[in-house]
């Protein structure tokens, strides 16, 4: 869901409320990395594993967006997408982590920590890493929205 929900988010689509869907897509799939629980019909053997395949299912949105780069570089466009799904690997695994450790007070942790969590790994994708990749941030599509597009103009778009 995250990669097509993510797809019609940006152009050409620009169905910007779906952005919103999006990463909650993934912070649900955190929510049920429980010990012993079935990701994609195979006994998931730890939390990492079940984060791997969440990752996974990012990759058709990454190979999406990110087409022009096989015309740049085709020996670069699978290891790049294989560095973008990471990075989702990255956000799933954290939030689950982050939502475990909040035990009963999950809801709180998933509406409150889990977009914290999100944004600090896109943050770290968009800034830090390899000196920065700030393409296709879940906040980007927000500038449709007048409400958003000025709450960005304080948080910025980590924060949105």
């Known amino acids: 869901m995250f990669s097509v929900l993510s797809a019609l988010a940006f152009p050409p689509f620009g169905v910007w409320w779906l952005g919103l869907l999006a990463p909650a897509c ?7 990395l ?6 994609g019909g195979v006994q998931r053997s730890g939390l990492a ?35 973008l799904a990471a990075y989702m690997w990255l956000a799933v695994w954290a939030c ?13 942790g998933l509406v409150v920590l889990g977009p914290i969590v999100w944004g ?4 770290f994708r968009g800034r830090v890493a390899f000196d920065g990749y700030p393409w296709y941030l879940a ?7 007048t ?3 000025s709450a960005g103009a304080v948080v910025g778009v980590y924060g949105v």
Do not use: K, N
């Open 26 to 32: 993934l912070l649900l799939a955190s929510d049920r």
């Open 34 to 39: 429980a010990p012993g629980a079935l990701v």
């Open 49 to 83: 594993a079940g984060a791997a395949w969440a990752a996974v299912g990012t990759l058709p949105f990454w190979a999406f967006e990110q087409r022009w780069i096989a015309g740049v570089s085709a020996a670069g466009f699978v290891p790049m997408l294989l560095i």
């Open 96 to 108: 689950a982590r982050v939502l475990r450790w909040c035990g009963s007070r999950r809801a709180v």
């Open 120 to 123: 600090g790994v896109e943050f």
């Open 139 to 145: 906040g980007i599509p927000m500038i449709e929205s």
């Open 147 to 149: 409400f958003l597009a």
